[in-house]
T-cell receptor
Framework: EAAVTQSPRSKVAVTGGKVTLSCHQT?????MYWYRQDTGHGLRLIHY???????EKGDIPDGYKASRPSQENFSLILELASLSQTAVYFC????????????FGAGTRLSVL | GQQVQQSPASLVLQEGENAELQCNFS?????LQWFYQSPGGSLVSLLS???GTKHTGRLTSTTVTKERRSSLHISSSQTTDSGTYLC????????????FGTGTTVSVSP
């Protein structure tokens, strides 16, 4: 069974602080993604990566950085957290040359105060 | 940019009733997937159906690619079907990431 693990599961951060969300997959998948979910907007792509040491911007990358130090790990970094970044964040992985089925982590609920 | 629109936004069913969820997208898609999000928030892929008709359990998806629409039919609904159903297509700008619609929230009462 494919497994994507996110940490922490929830976090409260202060405005202007640094936040790092972590994602670990044991699927041996090439692709990893970070999405955020807000009410009324569905899931929106922030960053993605198809190989270690390389990341790509998604549709809403402003205010976020990503890091993929290995095939298994993908982090999302908020250098200066803002109120507007309060959301639920999902990490996902998928395999190249497959039907691109995404396997999601359980999500991280981030509240910026 | 690409858009995915789903309808209805919400649906209330009595257990045993059938439901039809719609997904319309703005540009040709080579990938189309349906996902289920539980009330607790977890997301799982239900099926991938870029064209034609596919079945899995009580779910049937029909995608007409040239008309840029897909439907998900739930037959004989059960309370455990309650949750949000999301449609997603692949991005055209490169990468294999998916663009999601805002979902249809289904509530099935006993």
């Amino acid at each position: 069974e494919a497994a994507v693990t996110q940490s922490p599961r929830s976090k409260v951060a202060v405005t202007g602080g640094k936040v790092t969300l972590s994602c670990h997959q044991t699927n041996n998948h090439d692709y990893m993604y970070w999405y955020r979910q807000d009410t009324g907007h569905g899931l929106r792509l922030i960053h993605y990566s198809y190989v270690a040491d390389s990341t790509e911007k998604g549709d809403i990358p402003d205010g976020y950085k990503a890091s993929r130090p290995s095939q298994e790990n993908f982090s999302l970094i908020l250098e200066l957290a803002s109120l507007s970044q309060t959301a639920v964040y999902f990490c996902a992985s998928s395999q190249l040359f497959s039907q691109n089925t995404l396997y999601f982590g359980a999500g991280t609920r981030l509240s910026v105060l | 940019g690409q858009q995915v629109q789903q309808s209805p936004a919400s649906l209330v069913l009595q257990e045993g009733e059938n439901a039809e969820l719609q997904c319309n997208f703005s540009s040709t898609a080579t990938q189309l997937q349906w996902f289920y999000q539980s009330p607790g928030g977890s997301l799982v892929s239900l099926l991938s159906n870029p064209s034609g008709t596919k079945h899995t359990g009580r779910l049937t998806s029909t995608t007409v690619t040239k008309e840029r629409r897909s439907s998900l039919h739930i037959s004989s609904s059960q309370t455990t079907d309650s949750g949000t159903y999301l449609c997603a297509i692949d991005r055209s700008q490169g990468g294999r990431a998916l663009i999601f619609g805002t979902g249809t929230t289904v509530s099935v009462s006993p």
